[in-house]
C-alpha cells in the first residue's frame, strides 16, 4: 500500500506562483512508479494536468503546457508541480496519483492505482 500526501495549495493572485508537493510512503519502491497531477474544478470532471514517468519523461495537458513544471526527486519520494502564471481557471483540487510504470495511460486516471486526498488551489482574478 502507497500513501500519497500533498501540500502547497492555497490562495495567490492571476499571475502569481505556487509549488505543490506529494509525498509518498508505505511499501512503495516510488523510483518504479509513474507519478500524475489531476485536478476537479467544482461542478467538472476530474483532468490531466501532467505526470512524471519512471525515466522522467514528462507529460502536460495543453492547458498547462509552458506554465506548469513536474519535477521528482527519487530519494525523498516526492513529486512536485511548479505552477507559474497562475489563472482563475487554475482554480481547482488539485490531485497526485501514483501507478507502477508501463509506459502508458500517463493522462488517463484508471492506470493510476493510488491517490492522494487533494490540495485546494484558489487563484483569484
Known amino acids: 500500500q502507497v500513501q500519497l500526501v500533498e501540500s502547497g495549495g492555497g490562495l495567490v493572485q492571476a499571475g502569481g506562483s505556487l509549488r505543490l508537493s506529494c509525498a509518498a510512503s508505505g511499501r512503495t519502491s516510488f523510483s518504479s512508479y509513474a507519478m500524475g497531477w489531476f485536478r476537479q474544478a467544482p461542478g467538472k470532471e476530474r483532468e490531466f494536468v501532467s505526470a512524471?514517468?519512471?525515466?522522467?519523461?514528462?507529460y502536460y495537458a495543453d492547458s498547462v503546457k509552458g506554465r506548469f513544471t513536474i519535477s521528482r526527486d527519487n530519494a525523498k519520494n516526492t513529486v512536485y508541480l511548479q505552477m507559474n502564471s497562475l489563472k482563475p481557471e487554475d482554480t481547482a483540487v488539485y490531485y497526485c496519483?501514483?501507478?507502477?510504470?508501463?509506459?502508458?495511460?500517463?493522462?488517463?486516471?484508471?492506470?493510476?492505482?493510488?491517490w492522494g486526498q487533494g490540495t485546494q488551489v484558489t487563484v483569484s482574478s
Open positions: 512524471i514517468s519512471r525515466s522522467y519523461y514528462r
Open positions: 496519483a501514483a501507478k507502477i510504470d508501463y509506459g502508458l495511460g500517463y493522462d488517463k486516471e484508471g492506470p493510476y492505482d493510488y
